[in-house]
């Protein structure tokens, strides 16, 4: 189904309630890039205050959570909704899923960015960590953003940045425990550098998920657990009939 057809399907039918709905969730997109952005530039401004900001908008990360659902449960209830809308609503449940986690992870980096403030920074002043989490803050900017234009092109090129995300974990992983073994007194901070590694690796995780419904709502294709070649071969073999 074409980008045009769903949104005239749904413009036809019900349109304020799912579109509230849809607003409700790239609301809560936002705040979790706010919050991760925060927690991302804790690495770089050393800042022990970043875990209690971080802390305060992710209350209200949970609660739109709760709100959407009762939202979407309301009008699974009440409009029977097929089709289109009914994609739609699957995508929303399972997306605000992989978005409170993007949040519980953003919290777990903000507290270990605290603790990182007080400690004596490595001369590369955590270059590589830094890199790492810019790199996973781009890949959640650019899923809210194809998920609020649903643009699938866009939805693919965060699927292959997953691929560097998981190639940067392994390699600053290795690293660490290099650093160990090579010096005992860097054991507590390496720890903690894998920790916040971890944490983005799984965000990234996320981002993806949050990508393959969105290919799934405009193409009614799952594409979970498929080569990103397959799915590019998919998308265009569809495009063409």
């Given at each position: ?68 659902d009762e939202d979407c449960s ?159 071969k998919d998308l265009l073999a569809?495009?063409?009939?």
């Amino acid at each position: 189904m074409s980008t045009e057809g769903l949104t005239h399907h749904i413009s036809s039918r019900y349109n304020e309630e799912l579109e509230r709905v849809r607003g409700s969730v790239l609301g809560m997109g936002s705040l979790v890039e706010r919050q991760l952005a925060a927690a991302v530039g804790g690495i770089t401004e050393p800042d022990a205050g970043v875990i209690v900001r971080v802390a305060q908008e992710e209350l209200r990360v949970n609660q739109l959570e709760r709100q959407i659902d009762e939202d979407c449960s309301r009008i699974l209830a009440t409009r029977s909704p097929t089709a289109s809308d009914l994609r739609l609503i699957i995508t929303i449940l399972k997306t605000i899923t992989d978005l409170e986690r993007i949040g519980d992870e953003g919290e777990k980096i903000a507290a270990i960015v605290a603790r990182l403030a007080t400690r004596e920074r490595p001369h590369n002043r955590y270059r590589e960590l830094r890199n790492l989490g810019e790199l996973v803050l781009g890949m959640v900017h650019d899923t809210i953003g194809a998920f609020a234009r649903y643009e699938t092109e866009l939805a693919l090129e965060v699927l292959r940045r997953d691929r560097k995300v998981d190639e940067e974990y392994e390699t600053i992983h290795r690293q660490n425990i290099t650093f160990m073994m090579e010096d005992p007194r860097s054991i507590r901070r390496a720890l903690d550098v894998m920790w916040v590694v971890r944490s983005l690796e799984r965000i990234g995780d996320h981002s993806k998920n949050i990508c393959e419904y969105l290919i799934y709502l405009v193409h009614g294709k799952d594409v979970r657990h498929t080569r990103i070649e397959d799915i590019e071969k998919d998308l265009l073999a569809a495009a063409r009939v």
